[in-house]
Nanobody, 122 residues
Protein backbone atom coordinates (compact mmCIF):
# COMPACT_ATOMS: atom_id res chain seq x y z
CA UNK A 1 0.00 0.00 0.00
CA UNK A 2 1.03 3.61 -0.65
CA UNK A 3 0.24 6.35 1.83
CA UNK A 4 0.39 10.14 1.40
CA UNK A 5 0.91 12.61 4.23
CA UNK A 6 0.41 16.35 3.69
CA UNK A 7 1.75 19.06 5.95
CA UNK A 8 2.23 22.82 6.05
CA UNK A 9 -1.32 24.09 6.22
CA UNK A 10 -2.50 26.74 8.63
CA UNK A 11 -3.67 30.31 9.04
CA UNK A 12 -2.02 33.11 7.06
CA UNK A 13 -2.94 36.71 6.28
CA UNK A 14 -3.69 37.89 2.76
CA UNK A 15 -0.47 38.64 0.92
CA UNK A 16 1.48 36.09 2.90
CA UNK A 17 3.09 32.80 1.93
CA UNK A 18 2.69 29.13 2.81
CA UNK A 19 4.48 25.97 1.73
CA UNK A 20 2.76 22.60 1.57
CA UNK A 21 4.54 19.24 1.48
CA UNK A 22 3.31 15.78 0.57
CA UNK A 23 5.37 12.65 1.18
CA UNK A 24 4.54 9.29 -0.40
CA UNK A 25 5.64 6.12 1.33
CA UNK A 26 5.08 2.39 1.02
CA UNK A 27 5.27 -0.06 -1.88
CA UNK A 28 6.40 2.30 -4.66
CA UNK A 29 7.86 1.28 -8.02
CA UNK A 30 7.25 4.35 -10.18
CA UNK A 31 5.52 7.65 -9.43
CA UNK A 32 4.24 9.43 -12.52
CA UNK A 33 2.29 12.69 -12.23
CA UNK A 34 1.90 14.40 -8.87
CA UNK A 35 -0.46 17.23 -8.12
CA UNK A 36 -2.41 19.41 -5.74
CA UNK A 37 -6.16 19.93 -5.63
CA UNK A 38 -8.29 22.08 -3.36
CA UNK A 39 -11.87 22.31 -2.20
CA UNK A 40 -13.26 25.56 -0.84
CA UNK A 41 -16.45 25.80 1.25
CA UNK A 42 -19.50 25.31 -0.93
CA UNK A 43 -17.45 24.54 -4.04
CA UNK A 44 -16.31 21.45 -5.92
CA UNK A 45 -12.79 20.11 -5.75
CA UNK A 46 -10.57 21.73 -8.37
CA UNK A 47 -7.13 21.21 -9.84
CA UNK A 48 -4.45 23.59 -8.57
CA UNK A 49 -1.23 22.31 -10.14
CA UNK A 50 0.40 19.17 -11.54
CA UNK A 51 3.98 18.18 -12.23
CA UNK A 52 5.36 15.32 -14.32
CA UNK A 53 8.24 13.09 -13.33
CA UNK A 54 10.47 15.19 -15.60
CA UNK A 55 9.43 18.43 -13.92
CA UNK A 56 6.89 19.83 -16.38
CA UNK A 57 4.40 21.89 -14.39
CA UNK A 58 0.88 23.07 -15.19
CA UNK A 59 -1.25 25.47 -13.16
CA UNK A 60 -4.80 26.62 -12.84
CA UNK A 61 -5.21 30.15 -14.20
CA UNK A 62 -6.22 31.41 -10.77
CA UNK A 63 -2.81 30.58 -9.25
CA UNK A 64 -0.40 31.22 -12.13
CA UNK A 65 2.38 33.56 -11.12
CA UNK A 66 1.70 33.03 -7.42
CA UNK A 67 2.05 29.27 -6.77
CA UNK A 68 4.95 26.98 -7.65
CA UNK A 69 4.81 23.20 -7.67
CA UNK A 70 8.00 21.15 -7.39
CA UNK A 71 9.06 17.61 -6.58
CA UNK A 72 11.96 15.66 -5.19
CA UNK A 73 11.92 12.23 -6.80
CA UNK A 74 14.55 10.84 -4.45
CA UNK A 75 12.30 11.70 -1.50
CA UNK A 76 8.96 10.85 -3.16
CA UNK A 77 7.80 14.32 -2.20
CA UNK A 78 5.82 17.06 -3.92
CA UNK A 79 5.66 20.66 -2.72
CA UNK A 80 3.40 23.63 -3.29
CA UNK A 81 4.86 27.06 -2.60
CA UNK A 82 2.02 29.57 -2.27
CA UNK A 83 2.83 33.29 -2.43
CA UNK A 84 0.67 36.41 -2.48
CA UNK A 85 -2.17 34.46 -0.92
CA UNK A 86 -5.73 35.71 -1.33
CA UNK A 87 -8.88 35.08 0.64
CA UNK A 88 -10.12 33.04 -2.34
CA UNK A 89 -7.29 30.55 -1.79
CA UNK A 90 -8.89 29.37 1.45
CA UNK A 91 -9.59 25.66 1.04
CA UNK A 92 -8.65 22.15 2.01
CA UNK A 93 -5.66 21.19 -0.13
CA UNK A 94 -5.26 17.58 -1.24
CA UNK A 95 -2.19 15.83 -2.60
CA UNK A 96 -2.71 13.42 -5.52
CA UNK A 97 -0.14 10.93 -6.82
CA UNK A 98 -0.30 8.57 -9.81
CA UNK A 99 1.67 5.35 -9.57
CA UNK A 100 2.49 2.48 -11.89
CA UNK A 101 2.23 -1.06 -10.53
CA UNK A 102 4.21 -3.40 -12.85
CA UNK A 103 3.33 -6.68 -11.16
CA UNK A 104 0.57 -8.89 -12.47
CA UNK A 105 -1.10 -7.36 -15.54
CA UNK A 106 0.41 -3.94 -14.84
CA UNK A 107 -1.73 -0.89 -14.17
CA UNK A 108 -1.80 2.74 -13.06
CA UNK A 109 -3.70 4.03 -10.08
CA UNK A 110 -3.88 7.16 -7.98
CA UNK A 111 -3.71 7.85 -4.27
CA UNK A 112 -5.08 10.81 -2.32
CA UNK A 113 -3.84 12.43 0.85
CA UNK A 114 -6.09 13.28 3.77
CA UNK A 115 -6.03 17.01 3.05
CA UNK A 116 -4.64 20.01 4.91
CA UNK A 117 -6.54 23.21 5.70
CA UNK A 118 -5.23 26.53 4.40
CA UNK A 119 -7.07 29.57 5.73
CA UNK A 120 -6.31 33.05 4.40
CA UNK A 121 -7.62 35.94 6.46
CA UNK A 122 -8.49 39.28 4.89
Amino acid sequence: QVHLVESGGGLVQAGGSQRLSCVASGDIFVINDMGWYRQAPGKQRELVATISIGGKADYADSVKGRFTISRDNAKNTVYLQMNSLKFEDTAVYFCNVWLFEPRGLGHEYDVWGQGTQVTVSS
